[in-house]
């Protein structure tokens, strides 16, 4: 079915809150003339009164304006983003990413940017309610899923890449289990390289696919790599194929935890609506900064993101890598800095540049070296933080014999 087609079958609740009468009509009229089938568009101002309309009319997605002052409208959108958690647009005239960072922390899912276009409004939509269905369904269905970690931060060359590989590799040597890695760059990515594998399909053959899809289709997308891992890499070069949605990844992903125990991405450093969609997924997100003034400043910013957003501090687990050999502040100082309790420590490893340079892993080619032993031991430490594998393999066994019966 076309991503028209199902936007058009929602029959959706919609709920317009802005101050400003002639710009509500004016999106009243771009939403009935898109794909979307609304049952009701209701509108009001900011303030008290959005909140207690939106109690009220129970809406299924709530579009909020972001203009200035935005104090008001940053408190709109926390008490509605309270209200319905992962249900609230933000559509502003204000570009700058400052705005749609603040809009984001105080809980707004998606930031639209005007002049706002009619197919671009219904894939958001379609892209949000998706995130919400699939926040449900994962819910009900956690326990018999492989686990999600991702790695972010808001840096590149922190060593995300390194830690992504390296972690997955780690996991499939330590667990014996099924482990796959994606790649979530939307272009440019590193993994294939880093990992010296050269794909034959990556993540951006992808963007054309249904949202109809078998976990047998993803597997045909995925390339081996000698550990046993294997890899969705994305494009290495500049694409201009498009990307596969939000809801098109999480479904990739939802695919992938059906067939391996382990699921590793590789993270952007930007909090995209991709990137968030796949957070909500994840048992775990990997948090990595260095020791940098710039990234110990931006993953403050992110830790704060990730709050307004709904992550729990359980779920967020805090990474200080060492890719340089010197670093300006000292670990404890990152802590209390950062406010957060720090969950693991990568040292730094002069050979690790080189090593990466010529496609392999450090812990295949150099196994006893202080960072794969280190490695080694976060993967054994994730995979066992919670007893959910042994009850995944209850399920599993009690779901086996009971179709035996
Ligand atoms: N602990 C470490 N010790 C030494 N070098 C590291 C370490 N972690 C990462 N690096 C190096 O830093 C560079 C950037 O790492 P990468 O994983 O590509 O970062 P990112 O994915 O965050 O952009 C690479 O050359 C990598 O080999
Ligand atoms: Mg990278």
Same mark, same amino acid.
């Given at each position: 079915m076309s991503i028209e087609l199902r936007v058009m079958n929602l029959g959706l609740k919609l709920l317009l809150v802005d101050d400003r009468l002639e710009e509500r009509s004016t999106l009243r009229r771009l939403i009935e003339s898109s794909e979307i089938n609304v049952t009701a568009i209701e509108e009001c101002g900011a303030g008290i009164e959005a909140h207690s309309v939106a109690q009220e009319l129970g809406p299924d997605i709530i579009l909020v304006a972001f203009e200035e002052p935005i104090a008001r409208s940053l408190k709109t959108i926390e008490n509605l983003a309270n209200l319905k958690p992962g249900l609230v647009v933000a559509y502003s005239s204000l570009s700058d990413t400052e705005y749609l960072r603040r809009a984001m922390r105080s809980g707004a899912r998606e930031y639209l940017v005007k002049p706002l276009k009619a197919r671009e409004l219904a894939q958001t939509i379609l892209d949000v309610l998706e995130g919400d269905r699939r926040r449900q369904a994962l819910a009900e269905t956690e326990a018999l899923q492989g686990d999600v970690y991702t790695i972010i931060g808001?840096?590149? /060359?922190?060593?995300k890449t390194t830690l992504a590989t390296s972690l997955a590799i780690g996991l499939a040597s330590e667990t014996k289990q099924r482990v796959a890695l994606v790649d979530l760059a939307s272009q440019l990515g590193d993994v294939a390289m880093m990992m010296d594998i050269v794909p034959e399909?990556?993540?951006?053959?992808? /963007?054309?696919?249904?949202?109809?899809?078998e976990p047998e289709i993803v597997e045909s997308f995925l390339s081996s790599h000698s550990s046993g891992v294997k890899v969705l890499a994305a494009s290495t070069e500049v694409n201009h194929n498009g990307f596969p949605s939000p809801g098109l990844i999480s479904q990739i992903v939802e695919c992938l935890t059906k067939s391996y125990d382990y699921v590793v991405i590789d993270g952007d450093q930007l909090l995209t609506p991709t990137l968030l969609a796949v957070l909500e997924m994840s048992t775990i997100i990997v948090l990595v900064t260095s020791t940098e003034i710039t990234s110990i400043k931006n993953t403050k910013v992110f830790l704060e993101i990730l709050r307004s957003q709904g992550f729990s501090d359980d779920k967020v687990k805090l990474v200080v890598n060492y890719p340089?050999?010197?670093?300006?502040?000292?670990p404890g100082e990152a802590s209390k800095v950062l406010q957060y309790p720090i969950f693991w420590k990568i040292p730094f490893d002069n050979t690790c540049t080189q090593t990466t340079n010529m496609g392999q892993s450090f812990i295949l080619?150099?196994?006893?070296a202080k960072i794969s032993q280190n490695i080694l031991q976060l993967a054994r430490s994730i995979s066992g933080l919670h007893t959910k594998k042994a009850s995944h393999m209850l399920n599993a066994l009690v779901g086996r014999l009971g179709s035996r019966r």
């Open positions: 808001p840096k590149g /060359g922190i060593g399909r990556t993540m951006a053959d992808m /963007g054309n696919l249904t949202r109809l899809l340089h050999q010197n670093h300006a502040i000292p080619a150099r196994p006893k």
